[in-house]
């Protein structure tokens, strides 16, 4: 009787190119100067971004729209009330 392979986990499929922005798309996208998103990087403030090489960065698609919509409120109160909660 042959024996038979146990079912292997399925590989991570990777992420089309098209689902990765480079800063400058991202800046477009957000109305944001290439600078802010610099400083957004260092600070913690802004999207998580993938460095691909020592001067790559990367921006995932959904990062960025997880992150929007994060910041995305109904009313003004509704922003200040989060903020005063701590989240």
Known sequence: MPE???PQPA???P????EYLDP???AARYHVSGRTLE???ASGDGPAFVRVG????LYRLSDCEGWAADRTYAHR???IARRSAGG
Do not use: D, I, Q, T
């Open 11 to 13: 590989a991570a499929v």
């Open 39 to 41: 400083r957004w990087r």
């Open 54 to 57: 020592p001067r790559r960065v």
């Open 24 to 26: 400058r798309a991202v």
């Open 77 to 79: 109160a509704a922003e």
């Open 4 to 6: 038979s392979n146990p």
């Open 15 to 18: 992420a089309r190119p098209s």
